[in-house]
């Protein structure tokens, strides 16, 4: 046989496996790989909060929202001093229990907002910290960041409770 021969063909055969190898990775594939970096990015966001609150650091945990949030909320940094003076602490942990997510793509844009939101326990007490968090908006790069952060205690929680939300007013909201 030919050498020019067997190596187009050995390439031909290499050109191929790379087409069928490097496909799109499936919905199911892409999805587990955002909700892993997702879950990494909120933990670490969570505990940069947690570490600021420890710290009764206002600035620092102002710094983690958004330009966005931070022009449009309304008195953002008493909010922050009314967290800390409730923030009771999480000598017993926390939980990650929801991680959802959220991906909106309108008019050639992307939006994607991740709403993480922890079970913290302090001396026995179980709490519940949300977060909204834009993680990309193509429209309006100002809004990436944290949006809204809500805590809220059990004795807060009622009957048809709702969350908020990016359509809600961006802030800091205590629930006792």
């Given at each position: 046989m030919n050498k020019k021969y067997i190596f187009l063909v050995g390439m031909s055969w290499i050109l191929l496996g790379n087409i069928v190898g490097c496909g799109q990775a499936?919905?199911?594939q892409t999805i587990e790989k955002q909700y892993d970096s997702d879950q990494e990015y909120a933990t670490e966001l969570f505990e940069e909060v947690v570490e600021a609150l420890e710290s009764e650091d206002g600035e620092a945990i102002k710094e983690l929202f958004s330009p966005y949030a931070i022009e449009n909320s309304e008195n953002l940094d008493e909010k922050i001093e009314e967290l800390i003076e409730f923030y009771p602490g999480c000598n017993?942990?926390?939980e990650m229990v929801v991680p959802t997510h959220e991906s909106i793509?309108?008019?050639?844009s992307k939006e994607y907002?991740?709403?993480?939101k922890y079970h913290v326990t302090n001396d026995g007490e179980l709490y519940d910290l949300r977060l909204t968090v834009y993680i990309e908006n193509e429209a309006e790069s100002q809004k990436e960041g944290?949006?809204?952060?809500?805590v809220m205690t059990n004795e807060a929680w009622t009957e048809g409770?709702?969350?908020?939300?990016?359509?809600?007013?961006?802030?800091?909201y205590v629930l006792e």
């Open positions: 499936t919905r199911g017993g942990g926390y793509e309108q008019y050639g907002i991740i709403y993480p944290i949006y809204s952060m809500q409770f709702k969350w908020r939300n990016e359509e809600d007013a961006p802030g800091v």
